[in-house]
T-cell receptor
Framework: AQTVTQSQPEMSVQEAETVTLSCTYD???????LFWYKQPPSRQMILVIR??????QNATENRFSVNFQKAAKSFSLKISDSQLGDAAMYFC??????????????FGKGTRLHILP | NAGVTQTPKFQVLKTGQSMTLQCAQD?????MYWYRQDPGMGLRLIYY???????DKGEVPNGYNVSRLNKREFSLRLESAAPSQTSVYFC???????????FGSGTRLTVV
């Protein structure tokens, strides 16, 4: 069974600085997707970024980028120029590729990010 | 607005009471999911339905039942609520060959 581990329950970063959230996962599959979701105090789950395992290039979305290391099964999220609105719980998540029987998303336990003004 | 609608948003139950959490999506998605979120535990899958007419257990199904009433609706029932079921419940849906989920806004359930 696949697992997702986020080893940092909480982190803090100064506004305008850069922060990296860590995530490791375990799987025997070769084709899958990885995600970072953001959950602000509103409770809404917001997709921040995704990465397809077959792509070597790291995904980027504006100030958010990932460092995907497939062999190491590592998927970290870098937030550049941190803003107060980035304060939230961040979840790393895994999903098997299409065609696999189980298409459900598996979430890590989350990292709460605080932005210091 | 298109999306996933959950009702109710908040609920307080007494131990032993029953209730059904409703979820509906208007995006014609095939797959629907129920998760619970507890502090320090992330989101854990309760049940999911890969298509209309099918349901499967997730990681934490005990104490829950589900019904995929039609393609739009996927309900979660607590037959005899227990304090351990105090949680925030999320419904989500996904279309095949797309990447992530669309989430509802969640239901905060307290069992006293």
């Amino acid at each position: 069974a696949q697992t997702v581990t986020q080893s940092q329950p909480e982190m803090s970063v100064q506004e305008a600085e850069t922060v990296t959230l860590s995530c490791t996962y375990d799987t025997s599959e070769s084709d899958y997707y990885l995600f970072w979701y953001k959950q602000p105090p509103s409770r809404q789950m917001i997709l921040v970024i995704r990465q397809e395992a077959y792509k070597q290039q790291n995904a980027t979305e504006n100030r958010f980028s990932v460092n995907f290391q497939k062999a190491a099964k590592s998927f970290s999220l870098k937030i550049s120029d941190s803003q107060l609105g980035d304060a939230a719980m961040y979840f790393c998540a895994y999903r098997s590729a299409e065609g696999n029987r189980d298409d459900k998303i598996i979430f890590g336990k989350g990292t709460r990010l605080h932005i210091l003004p | 607005n298109a999306g996933v609608t959950q009702t109710p948003k908040f609920q307080v139950l007494k131990t032993g009471q029953s209730m059904t959490l409703q979820c509906a999506q208007d995006m014609n998605h095939n797959s629907m999911y129920w998760y619970r979120q507890d502090p320090g535990m992330g989101l854990r899958l309760i049940y999911y339905s890969a298509s209309e007419g099918t349901t499967d257990k997730g990681e934490v199904p005990n104490g829950y039942n589900v019904s995929r009433l039609n393609k739009r609706e996927f309900s979660l029932r607590l037959e005899s609520a227990a304090p351990s079921q105090t949680s925030v419940y999320f419904c989500a849906s996904r279309e095949r060959f797309t990447y992530g989920y669309t989430f509802g806004s969640g239901t905060r359930l307290t069992v006293v």
